[in-house]
């Protein structure tokens, strides 16, 4: 990976925040034995009593500027809400120091960070999504000019960590990207809980129809990452003339699903946008 090695000085990341996100970033990069020294900062001792007692050499505190004080990498890990009250406050220190700024927070513009942090701030945004909690994630990631290639990489290798990452150019696609894969789990898990639903339904018990449908989601997904079909082709292959996959397409297809989908993420799209606008 990216980040220095051993016979280099590691390098110090510190997580503003430390909620779901925080603790999927900190999980990937203890696993990838990356050579990095951790801090955490966040108001609630809770969680910091959490990640102490798994990660024990994380160093944790309460406060927010010193955490930050010599870190290479800073990562924003608060709730959209708070991001503007957090990083003003952080930014007489950014200021001196210069680290590289990483936000993961929905809906929040370049723009509007660098100015928190009193401008010409190195800052990657990044759309990340909970399957980053087991490795899994998909990440879209867009680097401001101040951001160098270094820092760049140092960004990418940090999500990477936990899941793929895709650069954009544009920082508008960072939108659509977190109606895709940003909200894109909650769609899937929306549909296995209807699934579930009409299993039980049909008489099959709880914990049987929880275990058909999550290997079921798990196949298909892989099937469709490692057999070189595209997923039309895959569902064709399913689907046998006459017979009961056809029956529920046809259900599905009939009430407008795909329809319903574009629409689902046009309007997520569309909140990513306002939220922006709202926070700039
Ligand atoms: N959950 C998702 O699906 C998802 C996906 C992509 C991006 N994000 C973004 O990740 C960010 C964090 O989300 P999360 O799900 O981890 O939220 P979370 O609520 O689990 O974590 C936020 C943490 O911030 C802490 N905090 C509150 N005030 C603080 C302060 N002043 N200083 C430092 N820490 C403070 C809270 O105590 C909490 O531990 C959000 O901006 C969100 O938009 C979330």
Excluded at 43 to 70: C, F, R, S, Y
Excluded at 89 to 95: H, K, R, S, V
Excluded at 97 to 104: E, N, T
Excluded at 254 to 272: C, T
Aim: hydrophobic share 45%; with cysteine.
């Amino acid at each position: 990976m990216d980040i220095p090695q051993i016979t280099q000085k590691p390098t110090t990341i510190t997580f503003i925040g430390a909620g779901n996100m925080a603790r999927s970033l900190i999980v990937g990069l203890l696993q990838d034995k990356a050579n990095v020294v951790l801090r955490v900062a966040d108001p609630d001792l809770q969680q910091l009593d959490a990640i102490h007692k798994h990660w024990p050499d994380v160093l944790t505190t309460t406060d927010n500027l010193e955490a930050m004080q010599g870190a290479d990498v800073v990562v924003l890990a608060v709730k959209p809400q708070i991001m503007c009250a957090v990083t003003e406050t952080l930014a007489e220190a950014a200021q001196r120091s210069r680290p590289l700024f990483i936000s993961i927070a929905a809906g929040i513009r370049e723009a509007a960070l660098n100015r928190w942090l009193g401008g010409n701030q190195a800052i990657v945004r990044c759309m990340p999504n909970t399957p980053a909690l087991v490795q899994a994630g998909a990440t879209g990631l867009y680097a401001n000019p101040q951001a160098s290639e270094k820092q760049r990489s140092v960004a990418e290798s940090i999500l990477r960590a936990v899941g793929i990452t895709l650069w954009f150019d544009d920082e508008i696609k960072l939108d659509a990207v977190t109606a895709i894969s940003g909200s894109g789990p909650a769609y899937f898990f929306l549909v296995m809980e209807a699934m579930q639903t009409a299993a039980e339904q049909l008489g099959i018990r709880a914990e049987d129809a929880h275990l058909l449908i999550m290997q079921t989601a798990l196949g298909a997904a892989k099937l469709a990452l490692e057999s070189g079909d595209m997923p039309a082709e895959l569902r064709h292959k399913v689907t046998s003339k006459g017979g009961t996959t056809e029956a529920a397409l046809k259900v599905l297809t009939g009430g407008g699903l795909q329809d319903l989908f574009v629409q689902a993420l046009q309007a997520a799209e569309s909140r990513s946008r306002e939220l922006a606008a709202a926070n700039s």
